[in-house]
């Protein structure tokens, strides 16, 4: 759940860069890109700011279904209300489905919440029954503090904004726009809040690359960055710093906290073996989400330069 906040971006609006991967094309057309149950953090801020991501490991889903997929025939929201400060706090949300032989294996949802904050939540139910066809129930399935309604979540008008069924096949199909409106025209949720909202980004004050020289050869190698964040609410819950050569290789540096950083330094980080490519790699993009699903990206050159203090690159040898 979070507002996307984009800071100092040199960035058209159609190619923002929000996930962990930069789309050179505008996403909802023909296929969107989901990943089902299991996915980290790193994946769902992917869908902030309205934008799905595209990572490696991600599903690419049909939309409209194709011969064979998974399809949703009908869907509808349970609870028109719901308080996040009394249990489950969760939305209902009944689908019926049918899927090919291999059976329902996930359903997901994405929901949007008001402006200002524009926050966004990602949920899934994973299913192991082998059921083809029927109608299920979902509600309070995943409670991952991130990902779902919680205490900081902004009160008012949320909509549903996504859906996506998949099987044990990997074939799955999304539902986005005017499709989602065909299928839950009575898409939307109110949110009642009478706690401590966080509808505030945190903020990156500094960077650090703490290995400006990492060999692949050694024995547990890996590229570390620090970044001095502050929040202030929730706490910042991940943190990315993405890097790239001349070549356009990439390396993300990452990092899922254990705590709420609320005034401190996050280090990110990623592992380095003899299948990483050499060369000079230089960051392009740093991405901060709180525990309420704020999130802020710096991606312009000066900006980064400012905050790294000129240091901006790091070598990866043999």
């Not at 923002?16 to 991967?21: C, S």
């Not at 595209?54 to 049909?62: E, I, K, P, Y």
């Not at 929201?77 to 329902?104: C, D, M, W, Y």
């Not at 929730?234 to 290789?249: H, I, K, R």
């Amino acid at each position: 759940m979070g507002r996307c906040e984009l800071v100092a971006t040199d960035l058209a609006p159609h190619r923002r860069d929000v996930g962990l991967l930069r789309r050179k094309q505008p996403i909802h057309q023909g296929k969107i890109t989901m990943r089902p149950a299991f996915a980290r953090l790193s994946y769902s801020i992917g869908v902030l700011c309205g934008v799905a991501l595209a990572a490696s490991a991600a599903t690419a889903c049909d939309s409209p279904p194709q011969t064979g997929d998974p399809f949703i025939a009908e869907a509808s929201i349970l609870t028109p209300t719901v308080n996040v400060g009394k249990p489950p706090g969760q939305p209902a949300i009944e689908v019926t489905f049918r899927t090919g032989p291999s059976g329902l294996h996930y359903i997901e949802y994405q929901l949007q919440g008001p402006s200002p904050s524009n926050q966004f939540v990602y949920s899934y139910a994973y299913f192991e029954n082998g059921l083809t066809s029927g109608r299920t129930e979902i509600q309070a399935f995943y409670t991952a503090p991130q990902q779902s309604l919680n205490v900081y979540s902004a009160p008012g008008t949320w909509t549903l904004s996504g859906l996506a069924i998949g099987d044990n096949d990997g074939n799955c199909t999304s539902y986005g726009s005017a499709a989602l409106t065909k299928l839950v025209p009575h898409a939307t949720i109110e949110v009642v809040n009478t706690g401590t909202p966080d509808t505030e980004a945190p903020k990156i004050t500094g960077a650090k690359i703490l290995t400006p020289t990492v060999s692949r050869s050694a024995a547990n190698a890996w590229v570390r960055v620090n970044l001095a964040v502050t929040d202030n609410l929730s706490g910042v819950a991940y943190a990315v710093a993405q890097f790239d050569t001349a070549g356009s290789n990439n390396l993300n540096t990452d990092a899922n906290t254990t705590y709420p950083v609320r005034d401190g330094v996050v280090t990110t980080a990623a592992s380095i073996d003899a299948s990483t490519v050499k060369g000079t790699y230089k960051v392009y993009q740093l991405y901060v989400c709180d525990y309420a699903y704020n999130c802020v990206t710096i991606d312009k050159p000066s900006t980064l330069y400012t905050l790294f203090g000129g240091k901006t690159t790091f070598q990866i040898t043999e």
